[in-house]
């Protein structure tokens, strides 16, 4: 694998500057799913990226050696993208990141929807403690006047 140097001289360093590219990581998932892929498809499959932008990162994982480029002579022109053994070995770690990402997120929303509730109870709490408020009515009193 051809990976770009690393100014600190750390293999990890090198192999996230990759990655680390806009749409890379789409790009290798719709790879891994998909298997074999021409850029049309590609294109395709995800809305929003330019072919300028689709071709850079298609470049830059191909010098990476993590995928390859075949050109079939056919007119039409074929080009095929798909993952080389770096790159489905690269995918095998990446889906477990996934799983991570996936788990930690849930935490985070059971973390977010938990503090919302406590800062609705802690608002209801202050509203009904508040002496310049009026009193809080059950459900069902009204504020009738008898004369």
């Not at 079939?72 to 770690?93: F, H, K």
Request: proline share 6%.
């Amino acid at each position: 694998m051809k990976l770009p140097p690393s100014s600190f001289g750390c293999p990890l360093d090198s192999l996230l500057r990759v990655l680390a590219g806009p749409w890379t990581i789409y790009i290798l998932c719709r790879l891994h799913n998909n298997g074999e892929t021409r850029f049309g498809q590609l294109k395709r499959q995800m809305p929003g990226i330019s072919s300028k932008m689709l071709t850079e990162r298609l470049r830059s994982l191909e010098k990476s050696e993590i995928i390859f480029r075949h050109q079939a002579s056919t007119i039409p022109l074929q080009v095929i993208y798909g993952l080389t053994t770096e790159g489905r070995e690269l995918t095998t770690i990446l889906d477990q990141i996934n799983t991570l990402a996936g788990r930690w997120q849930g935490q985070e929303t059971k973390t977010a929807n938990t503090t919302m509730q406590v800062k609705k109870a802690k608002r209801r709490t202050t509203v009904a403690n508040d002496p310049g408020m009026p009193p809080l009515k059950k459900m069902g009193e009204t504020n009738v006047t008898v004369r």
